[in-house]
């Protein structure tokens, strides 16, 4: 069956360092592939989305990678800072249909001052 | 503040129940989409709705059904409760109809308590 992995255990990282989360996957073939950051208690906000045939995105200090080779994606936050502590999700889909998003279960990244 | 916005923010009910949410998409959005997040499943999705149509369904229950009105709002109505429905049920919006490609705003969610 199709399986998303993300770090299971907390990501501590030191400000001002830069934060690569995992996101694999097995059994799938993704079109397309977002990236999420979930605060407690609040409901997710969309960072960035790459397609299969892009091997990289960037936005101000996000970078995603997509090798669907490894089936992999990795995420990277460079300068991290205390705010971008929080959940970060990774979603897959076949295609473009909502009925084809699959979740990670989240990696929680902290940022120590 | 993403501009979707979800009611109640706390819903405590028991099991064998029924219970509306609701969610008001932002303003000019015409797909609305529902969520699922709990601690063992993780975020799912659950049935988008496209002015008024239902667009794509997941693994959304029989006993849960949801609708889109003429204004837009949409409701998620989940009846014969059982504890195992308790969640986090978040509503989305995004402009079109694309499902992934669209950016999806989320609400701040419903908490579902089932006991």
């Known amino acids: 069956s199709q399986k998303i992995e993300q770090n299971s255990e907390a990501l501590n990282i030191q400000e001002g360092k830069t934060a690569t989360l995992t996101c694999n996957y097995t059994n799938y073939s993704p079109a397309y592939l977002q990236w999420y950051r979930q605060d407690p208690g609040r409901g997710p906000v969309f960072l960035l989305l790459i397609r299969e045939n892009e091997k990289e995105k960037r936005k101000e200090r996000l970078k995603v990678t997509f090798d669907t080779t490894l089936k992999q994606s990795l995420f990277h936050i460079t300068a991290s800072q205390p705010a971008d502590s929080a959940t970060y999700l990774c979603a897959l889909a076949g295609d473009s249909s909502a009925s084809k998003i699959i979740f990670g279960s989240g990696t929680r990244l902290s940022i120590r001052p | 503040d993403s501009g979707v916005t979800q009611t109640p923010k706390h819903l405590i009910t028991a099991t064998g129940q029924r219970v509306t949410l609701r969610c008001s998409p932002r303003?000019?959005?015409?797909?609305v989409y529902w969520y699922q997040q709990s601690l063992d499943q993780g975020l799912q999705f659950l049935i988008q709705?496209?002015?008024?149509?239902?667009?794509a369904k997941g693994n959304i229950l029989e006993r849960f059904s949801a609708q889109q009105f003429p204004d837009l709002h949409s409701e998620l109505n989940l009846s014969s409760l059982e504890l195992g429905d308790s969640a986090l049920y978040f509503c989305?919006?995004?402009?079109?109809?694309?499902?992934?490609?669209?950016?999806?705003?989320f609400g701040p969610g419903t908490r579902l308590t089932v006991l």
């Open positions: 989305a919006s995004s402009v079109e109809a694309g499902g992934i490609t669209d950016t999806q705003y």
């Open positions: 303003s000019g959005d015409l797909s």
């Open positions: 709705y496209y002015n008024g149509e239902e667009r």
